[in-house]
């Protein structure tokens, strides 16, 4: 049977940020909340726009980082990843049954931290009725209700959606949406968008795949969906690229020390965008990746400088 | 599936996969030195009294194990789709037995000519224990691991299997294996194992021509 929860109460964590939401003094246009009039806002968090929920816009994802199976060694490092993760600001995780022992990996070590600002996001993925999938998840994540159920590139989604919704409807999911990656699919990911009410969609968006730009994120700002970035740095691929380029002038602006600071920055500064998650196993580049999450935001021109380097880079 | 790549079946990091295998030997290592050295006896046994069915027998007892031990309580924790492999090797161990009960026929092939052309097999496992830079006991070793038992199984199948159709129908899984296997490597930049693996490659068409040749001038 599928688990059904009466949907819980806000935790402390949900409840600060949304009492920051009210009490700042607005929130901007490109889907900031701010505490100045500036135009190189001050970050607190991102809007999802079905709820008005904020979430911080640097969260983090599990593939292959967190896919370490039984190793006790490799968990207790993990461990320190996650906290550095919380102590930052961090909500969201997101997961899937695709990254192998992600997820237990994942109930295993939150359990041990117990943090109070957990946006958990994870997949269904499978051909199949997926209510076996979904319910292992629960167990796996040792958790009663998700924040966020997703249709992993959008396999047997007609299905799956009607699932997500009866269980957002029993309050054992809050939000549900679709990913893809890499690109793919965008035709058929604007077309769900088009016909099913969804609170998320997940796609990859970076200066080199800015595929979505051209129609998946003007239409998540026109139907009200929160959009979650996977592979800001194309699998690591894009600061390994740039290791060698200096950076911009426009990365002191910006308080960049970084090719991965000053990439999340291009990836959360568009409006249309809620939370960008980079995946590590590293503390440092952790720490790193949060502080992306603070200071200054690039504006439309800055973000097409840096689009320019990083294709020339 | 035209919408995944082959890196999207790779979700862990070769950092991971090598602690695993370290892992793996640390606990079962007793068991696969004994079953290695089972399978040495059987197919020396077998090479100089021309009794294929104890290397089969001893082939097919490491299938076994690499099905139910390694992918079903060792790769299973990292990829979902070892549990496929369980199956697919559980059916090459029994494909072994079937053949064996049914053909009894031995290799035309003498002892000599097998032992120089299965020589050149050893190679890829010195090789991988050079590169990888393993204890001599716990590398990816015959019987360990599926990859250098996928490479034996072939050299033995096509080296002592008297029917050459016979001996294609035992390949399959060991190739398809080791194809996949290679194509991960790639991915995990694992460039020693890629080598090997396409090393290994190399041989079995060799073995193969050298069997035809022979053939061609009976």
Same mark, same amino acid.
């Given at each position: 049977m599928m688990k059904k929860t009466a949907p819980t109460n806000l935790t402390r964590r949900r409840a600060l940020l949304s009492a920051l939401a009210i009490t700042a003094s607005?929130?901007?246009?490109?889907?900031?909340?701010?505490?100045?009039?500036?135009?190189?806002?001050?970050?607190?968090?991102?809007?999802?726009?079905?709820?008005?929920?904020?979430?911080?816009?640097?969260?983090?994802?599990?593939?292959?980082?967190?896919?370490?199976?039984?190793?006790?060694?490799?968990?207790?490092?993990?461990?320190?990843?996650?906290?550095?993760?919380?102590?930052?600001?961090g909500g969201?995780?997101?997961?899937?049954?695709? $990254?192998?022992?992600?997820?237990?990996?994942?109930?295993?070590?939150?359990?041990?931290?117990?943090?109070?600002?957990?946006?958990?996001a994870t997949k269904v993925w499978t051909d199949g009725d997926g209510e076996g999938q979904i319910n292992e998840a629960f167990q796996l994540w040792r958790r009663d209700q998700f924040d966020l159920l997703q249709v992993h590139n959008l396999v047997n989604w007609p299905e799956h959606i009607t699932r997500l919704q009866e269980m957002k409807e029993a309050g054992s999911i809050r $939000?549900?949406?679709?990913?893809?990656?890499?690109?793919?699919? !965008?035709?058929?990911?604007? +077309?769900?968008?088009?016909?099913?009410?969804?609170?998320? /969609?997940?796609?990859? $968006?970076?200066?080199?795949? !800015?595929?979505?730009?051209?129609?998946?994120?003007?239409?998540?700002?026109? +139907?009200?969906?929160?959009?979650?970035?996977?592979?800001?740095?194309?699998?690591?691929?894009?600061?390994?690229?740039?290791?060698?380029?200096?950076?911009?002038?426009?990365?002191? %602006?910006? %308080?960049?020390?970084?090719?991965?600071?000053?990439?999340? +920055?291009?990836? /959360?500064?568009?409006?249309?965008?809620?939370?960008? /998650?980079?995946?590590?196993s590293n503390v440092e580049h952790m720490v790193e990746n949060m502080s992306a999450g603070n200071g200054p935001m690039p504006t439309a021109s800055q973000r097409e400088q840096i689009a320019e380097i990083v294709l020339r880079g | 599936v035209g919408s995944y790549s082959i890196a999207d079946f790779v979700a862990f990091d070769l950092l991971t996969w090598r602690s695993l295998i370290g892992r793996y030997w640390s606990e079962d290592g007793a068991l696969i030195l004994t079953m290695a050295a089972l399978l040495v006896v059987a197919t020396?046994?077998?090479?100089?009294?021309?009794?294929?069915?104890?290397?089969?027998?001893?082939?097919?007892?490491?299938?076994?194990?690499?099905?139910?031990?390694?992918?079903?309580?060792w790769h299973q924790q990292l990829n979902w789709a070892a549990g496929y492999w369980v199956w697919a090797f559980m059916l090459q161990a029994g494909l072994m037995i079937t053949v064996l009960l049914h053909d009894r026929r031995e290799s035309s092939l003498t002892k000599y000519q097998v032992a120089s052309l299965a020589l050149p097999w050893l190679v890829p496992l010195v090789v991988s224990w050079v590169i990888h830079g393993d204890p001599w006991w716990a590398g990816e070793w015959v019987t360990a691991t599926p990859d250098p038992t996928a490479w034996f199984t072939l050299a033995v199948v096509l080296l002592l299997e008297p029917r050459i159709i016979t001996a294609l129908l035992l390949s399959i899984i060991p190739a398809l294996s080791m194809l996949l296997s290679t194509l991960f490597a790639v991915v995990l930049n694992d460039i020693a194992l890629s080598v090997i693996n396409l090393t290994a490659a190399v041989f079995v068409v060799l073995t193969v021509c050298t069997l035809h040749i022979r053939q061609l001038r009976r």
């Open positions: 607005f929130t901007s246009s490109r889907g900031w909340t701010n505490t100045n009039t500036n135009t190189r806002t001050q970050l607190l968090a991102k809007n999802i726009p079905s709820s008005g929920e904020q979430i911080p816009p640097i969260g983090m994802g599990t593939w292959i980082t967190f896919n370490i199976g039984s190793d006790q060694q490799a968990r207790a490092q993990r461990e320190q990843v996650l906290r550095a993760f919380f102590e930052a600001g969201m995780i997101d997961s899937s049954p695709m $990254y192998g022992s992600a997820q237990d990996v994942l109930g295993d070590l939150l359990s041990r931290l117990a943090p109070e600002n957990l946006f958990s $939000y549900l949406g679709v990913t893809t990656s890499h690109g793919r699919r !965008h035709a058929e990911m604007e +077309k769900i968008m088009q016909q099913v009410p969804l609170d998320f /969609i997940q796609l990859t $968006y970076n200066p080199i795949d !800015h595929e979505a730009e051209q129609r998946l994120l003007p239409l998540a700002q026109d +139907k009200g969906i929160a959009v979650i970035v996977n592979r800001p740095f194309r699998r690591g691929g894009l600061t390994q690229r740039l290791q060698n380029t200096p950076l911009p002038g426009l990365a002191a %602006d910006l %308080d960049c020390d970084s090719w991965a600071q000053l990439l999340l +920055k291009f990836t /959360i500064a568009h409006p249309a965008v809620s939370c960008a /998650i980079p995946a590590t | 020396v046994f077998g090479i100089y009294k021309r009794k294929r069915w104890s290397v089969y027998l001893a082939l097919a007892l490491c299938w076994v194990w690499l099905a139910l031990r390694f992918h079903g309580q």
